[in-house]
């Protein structure tokens, strides 16, 4: 079949999941990723005649989204920041407002002399790549407790050609970390009660220990990280944060002697966090 009668026939099978915008940019995604099309290439090739392979990579891959399986789990592959990141079942899938943390980071430093930036639980490692890329000065950390994770992480910097080191260690079991310019970090922050409102592809394809935490215990990470980098009182600390729980994070900010900015993404809320000692 043609590329346009394909485009009908994909829309019409995951109609239940997805509106037809969306559906149209993930079959785009599809085509991008597992066919190596370019973003011109879907448009010019709308008339054409698929190839008994690509029809096949892409019937295989809307089975996939038919059972709310993330499309970047399908492809393997997430957009983030102009670079492009492997992800599995084991990683978070970097989100855009993420990308905004990295961007705020990147442009209230992008002057700053070899800056010592440490990433807590990197993930895909799509935070600490992107700021060693974006400040190419930087001498960039990375921490996560999850091996697997710590492994496409590792591949992705190598891949991208990021100087990104890498440690395998548990920030809430940890007494003490080194000085450093910037601390990042975008923890689990979802609390269980919210699990009734996350859509059935996060919620049963991503890593949980990298989403959720306990109701009466939400702000857990960012007490441990403001605890461990409160001896160094030049330290600039970023967070990512619950657009539900703003006003609670930086009063623990406060709390802890801190002085705090929270900062909206492009929808609005109250989604990163900024700390500092006076």
């Known amino acids: 079949m043609t590329l346009e009668t394909f485009k009908t026939y994909f829309q019409e099978e995951i109609a239940a999941l997805y509106a037809p915008q969306e559906s149209h940019r993930l079959l785009q995604i599809l085509c991008e990723d597992l066919l190596q099309w370019s973003k011109s290439q879907y448009f010019i090739k709308s008339g054409d005649l698929l190839t008994t392979q690509e029809e096949t990579t892409l019937?295989?891959?809307?089975?996939?989204?038919?059972?709310?399986?993330?499309?970047?789990?399908?492809?393997?592959?997430?957009?983030?920041?102009?670079?492009?990141?492997?992800?599995?079942?084991?990683?978070?899938?970097?989100?855009?407002?993420?990308?905004?943390?990295?961007?705020?980071?990147?442009?209230?430093?992008?002057?700053?002399?070899?800056?010592?930036?440490?990433?807590?639980?990197?993930?895909?490692?799509?935070?600490?790549?992107?700021?060693?890329?974006?400040?190419?000065?930087?001498?960039?950390?990375?921490?996560?407790?999850?091996?697997?994770?710590?492994?496409?992480?590792?591949?992705?910097?190598?891949?991208?050609?990021?100087?990104?080191?890498?440690?395998?260690?548990?920030?809430?079991?940890?007494?003490?970390?080194?000085?450093?310019?910037?601390?990042?970090?975008?923890?689990?922050?979802?609390?269980?009660?919210?699990?009734?409102?996350?859509?059935?592809?996060?919620?049963?394809?991503?890593?949980?220990t990298a989403l959720f935490v306990e109701n009466d215990d939400a702000l857990v990470f960012y007490n441990k990280v403001l605890t461990l980098t409160k001896p160094h009182v030049n330290t600039l600390v970023y967070f990512e944060i619950n657009q539900y729980l703003g006003s609670e994070v930086l009063s623990l900010a406060q709390l802890l002697g801190y002085t705090a900015a929270i900062h909206k993404d492009l929808n609005g809320n109250d989604r990163m966090m900024k700390c500092w000692q006076d």
């Open 59 to 208: 019937i295989q891959a809307l089975k996939g989204l038919k059972s709310s399986k993330p499309v970047q789990y399908i492809t393997g592959l997430a957009h983030f920041y102009g670079h492009i990141f492997n992800v599995t079942k084991d990683t978070l899938i970097p989100r855009q407002e993420t990308e905004e943390l990295v961007h705020l980071i990147i442009q209230e430093h992008k002057n700053a002399v070899l800056p010592r930036i440490l990433d807590i639980g990197s993930g895909s490692g799509c935070i600490a790549i992107s700021l060693a890329l974006g400040l190419p000065c930087s001498k960039v950390d990375a921490l996560d407790f999850a091996v697997k994770a710590l492994q496409v992480a590792q591949e992705n910097a190598k891949i991208l050609n990021a100087t990104v080191r890498f440690i395998e260690q548990d920030i809430l079991k940890t007494s003490t970390i080194d000085a450093y310019d910037i601390v990042v970090s975008n923890p689990p922050y979802v609390r269980e009660l919210e699990k009734v409102a996350i859509h059935s592809n996060v919620l049963d394809h991503e890593p949980h």
